[in-house]
C-alpha cells in the first residue's frame, strides 16, 4: 500500500491552495498602470497566475496590466500552473475539483474575446484509480494536447499515463506510456518525443514510437521551453529553497550546460513551463533584492538581464504561457 509522504504533502498543497506569499485576494486591488506597451518594449508577456488571473506584461519596462479572468466551474478553484499552456490566442488550463466526484475540466480561454469555454473531460476507463487527474499540458500541433494523468493525485508513487487530447471533439486516448515519477515541474512534446522535467526526480524523456521512457537522474528542474529541435531552456535546480539557474539541455546527447555557473534565482512556484521568444529564454523570478521581474537570458552569449515588474501587489504564483510583439516596438 503507497503512503502519503511529507514532501508529496507539500506537493499537494502547492498544487491545490494559494501560495502563502501571494498577496493578491481581490483582482480590484490590482493596478492598471499602462494601458499599451511603450515603443521600448519588444515583447508583450501573457502570464496565468492560480487563481486564473490573465496578465499582460511588457518585457522591458516590466509594466503590469490585469487582462481578464479564466471562469471556472468553481470561481474557487485552484489551477495547477504546470497545466497552463498558451497558443495563438488561446490559453488552456485544468481546473481539477470533486463534483461530487474527481471531474476534470479543460478550460479553455479567448484572449481577445476574455471569454472561457468549459470542457468537462471524459478520461479513459483504462486509467483507473480513486482520485484520477490531469497534472500537466503540453502542446502538440495546432489540434491536439498531450496529457498527464495520475490516478491518484493524493498518493505519492502513482502511476501516470500519458494520453492524447484531440482539441476537435475533446476525445482522449492513452499513448501507452507509463511512469511513477512525482513532482513534476512541466512536459514538452516535440515530434514523436515528450520531455518531462521534474524537481529532483529526474528528466524523462518518452519516445511515442516506441513506448520507451528514458530517465536522467541528475537533470532536475522546472520551465522546459523549445529553443530548437536538440535544445531545451531549463531552469536547474540549484541551492536554497526553491532556487534555480538557467540552463540548456542537449536532448540529443542527454547532457544539461549551465548558462551561470555562479547566478541563481527564485521560482515563486516550481511548477509550470515558459517560453522561449527573441532568441531569449524567458522566465518570471524573484532575488532578495527584487520581489518579482522577469529574467530574459540569451542562451548563445550567456548573458541574463532582469526587469522588475512595477507592482507589489500580485499573486506571483504565475507562469508565462505565450507572448506577442509589442504594437509600438521599433
Not at 502547492?14 to 501571494?22: A, G, L, M, Q
Not at 490516478?151 to 475533446?170: M, P, S, W
Not at 518518452?206 to 521551453?225: E, F, H, Q
Request: glycine share 6%.
Amino acid at each position: 500500500m503507497k503512503k502519503i509522504t511529507l514532501p508529496f504533502l507539500v506537493f499537494v498543497f502547492t498544487v491545490f491552495c494559494i501560495s502563502c506569499s501571494s498577496p493578491e485576494d481581490d483582482p480590484e486591488d490590482i493596478p492598471l498602470l499602462v494601458d499599451i506597451a511603450t515603443p521600448t518594449d519588444d515583447l508583450i508577456l501573457f502570464s496565468v497566475n492560480s487563481s486564473g488571473r490573465v496578465f499582460l506584461m511588457g518585457d522591458t519596462t516590466g509594466f503590469l496590466n490585469d487582462l481578464g479572468q479564466i471562469e471556472k466551474e468553481n470561481s474557487a478553484s485552484i489551477l495547477q500552473t504546470q497545466t497552463m499552456i498558451g497558443q495563438d490566442d488561446t490559453i488552456y488550463a485544468i481546473e481539477y475539483l470533486y463534483n461530487p466526484s474527481p471531474t476534470n475540466n479543460l478550460l479553455v480561454y479567448e484572449i481577445s474575446t476574455n471569454t472561457t469555454q468549459i470542457v468537462p473531460l471524459t478520461l479513459p476507463t483504462t486509467i483507473t484509480g480513486n482520485d484520477v487527474g490531469i497534472i500537466a499540458l503540453a502542446l502538440n500541433g495546432d489540434t491536439n494536447l498531450t496529457a498527464i494523468v495520475t490516478e491518484n493525485v493524493l498518493v505519492t508513487g502513482a502511476t501516470k499515463h500519458l494520453v492524447n487530447i484531440n482539441l476537435q471533439d475533446y476525445t482522449i486516448t492513452e499513448l501507452g506510456i507509463t511512469f511513477t515519477e512525482d513532482m513534476i515541474t512541466s512536459m514538452i512534446h516535440a515530434g514523436t518525443n515528450i520531455y518531462i522535467s521534474t524537481w529532483n526526480q529526474g528528466f524523462l524523456q518518452a519516445d511515442t514510437a516506441t513506448n520507451a521512457v528514458t530517465k536522467i537522474p541528475a537533470i532536475n528542474g522546472s520551465r522546459l521551453a523549445q529553443i530548437n529541435a536538440t535544445e531545451l531552456g531549463f531552469m536547474q535546480t540549484s541551492n536554497g529553497f526553491n532556487s534555480a539557474r538557467p540552463a540548456i539541455i542537449d536532448v540529443a546527447v542527454g547532457n544539461v550546460t549551465p548558462n551561470s555557473q555562479t547566478e541563481s534565482y527564485g521560482l515563486i512556484t516550481i511548477f509550470g513551463g515558459t517560453v522561449y521568444a527573441n532568441q531569449q529564454y524567458l522566465n518570471l523570478v524573484a532575488t532578495e533584492d527584487l520581489y518579482f521581474g522577469v529574467l530574459k537570458t540569451d542562451m548563445t552569449t550567456g548573458e541574463s538581464t532582469l526587469t522588475p515588474i512595477i507592482t507589489s501587489n500580485v499573486d506571483r504564483n504565475m507562469v508565462i504561457v505565450n507572448t506577442r510583439p509589442a504594437t509600438n516596438s521599433n
